[in-house]
């Protein structure tokens, strides 16, 4: 069966695109699977393995895009795994939230008092026996 340079083209770049974004989709489902089991080592060493793959495969992509683009069943999965990665940010950003939310809560006088905070507020009436603007 003979096929065109372009669709030999087309088929190496699918060969080149394959393993960087399987790297990825693995990272992926290896951080979420960390975050799942509350292991703070397994968690740091998943994010570095996803941050390294993630900034290989976009590099290879962007390349690909360069030199004439990107097969559209890998652009798909590309962004199913941008996806994902927006969704874990937001997932660790609302567990980050409500841990902090708990220390505060526990802990009311952790740190320093904020100037706007209400620690800050009440600290400042406390010493003036009234409010400044």
């Known amino acids: 069966m003979l096929t065109s340079p372009e669709e030999m083209q087309a088929l190496q770049r699918v060969a080149d695109l394959e393993p960087p974004l399987t790297a990825l989709e693995d990272c992926l489902t290896g951080l979420a699977q960390a975050l799942c089991s509350n292991d703070p080592l397994s968690i ?9 793959a993630l900034a290989h495969a976009v590099t290879r992509f962007a390349q690909a895009a360069r030199e004439g683009g990107v097969p559209g069943v890998l652009r798909h999965r590309l962004a199913l795994a941008s996806g994902r990665v927006a969704a874990q940010r937001e997932a660790l950003a609302r567990a980050t939230a409500a841990l902090d939310r708990a220390i505060d809560v526990l802990l009311p006088e952790h740190g320093s008092p904020g100037v706007y905070g209400v620690g800050g507020a009440a600290e400042r009436r406390a010493r003036s026996g009234q409010l400044q603007a």
């Not at 740091?44 to 390294?52: N, V």
């Open 44 to 52: 740091e060493l998943q994010a570095s393995a996803l941050h390294r």
